[in-house]
């Protein structure tokens, strides 16, 4: 099994100036035009650096994350770069509803994470992006559980994209999601025909799926739930449960 941590951050974590960004990130910065864009690109990017800078064990002043770039591969899947040469580190990013997730683990994995709102989501949404075999585990769940589960599946196909670098320019239904049973749930049978959800999972609360992609390719993951924000992460070799990471405290203003 292979390391992943983990970093989140909120709108409240970012610093009011930009002398963390690279002259470059600055300038792409101020080319977009909508401000959702302009605030969730900025929220990843600090998330991201801290995320690098506490994994790489570098300085997390201003100028030293300034130094620290993601950058779009081709395929447009991100790339870590320390001093503009390639740092060899796989990461992948994620935002919803004013939150930020950068995932960090070694050179030549795999990775995709993702967050998602935990919300109802129409039949037709299930009909049209849900393999059959999703669809099915959806009709055999409690209306209770329903949201939950749609916010999982959803989540860890946008993880498992995000690790084939290819994104949702894939079939969404070329990948199926399935939460693996936890010893002590009830009510399921050998193939999960109606799949518990619990609060917690061991002592870090994040609960094992799996994710089988057309061609026979699987990956492996973890998932966790807070309130109404559902957290998924996969990669290939399989991960432990992600560890969060500790970074300093950062005041958002600064003093003058």
């Known amino acids: 099994m292979i ?14 100036e930009n002398d963390w960004l690279s002259a470059s990130e600055v300038l792409r910065l101020d ?20 995320a690098l800078a506490a994994y790489l064990n570098l300085h997390s002043h201003p100028p030293a994350l300034a130094d620290i770039e993601v950058r779009p591969a081709p395929s447009g899947a991100p790339e870590v770069f320390v001093a503009n040469e390639p740092a060899g580190i796989a990461i992948s990013l994620s935002h919803r509803a004013g939150v930020a997730a950068c995932a960090v ?13 935990v919300e109802p989501r129409s039949d037709a949404f299930i009909a049209d992006y849900f393999a059959t075999e999703e669809q099915e585990l959806i009709e055999r769940t ?54 518990t959800f619990r609060s917690s999972y061991g002592p870090t609360n994040w609960r094992p799926l799996h994710v089988v992609c057309e061609g026979g390719r699987v990956f492996h993951g973890w998932w966790q ?32």
């Open 3 to 16: 390391d992943v941590y983990w970093l989140e951050q909120t709108e409240a974590d970012l610093p009011t």
């Open 105 to 117: 683990t070694l050179s030549g994995a795999e990775l995709g994470c993702d967050l998602e709102i």
């Open 225 to 256: 739930n807070t309130g109404e924000l559902l957290r998924t992460m996969v990669a290939s070799p399989p991960p432990a449960p992600p560890i969060f990471l500790e970074v300093p405290a950062h005041s958002a203003h600064r003093a003058s």
């Open 31 to 50: 080319g977009m035009r909508f401000a959702k864009r302009h605030a969730d690109w900025r929220l990843g990017r600090w998330t991201a650096k801290r």
């Open 142 to 195: 409690s209306a209770a559980d329903r949201s939950l589960l749609l916010a999982l599946l959803w989540s860890g196909k946008e993880s498992a994209l995000k690790a084939l670098r290819t994104g949702l320019r894939l079939d969404t239904r070329s990948v199926t999601v399935s939460p693996v049973r936890s010893p002590g749930d009830e009510g399921a049978g050998a193939k999960g025909i109606a799949f």
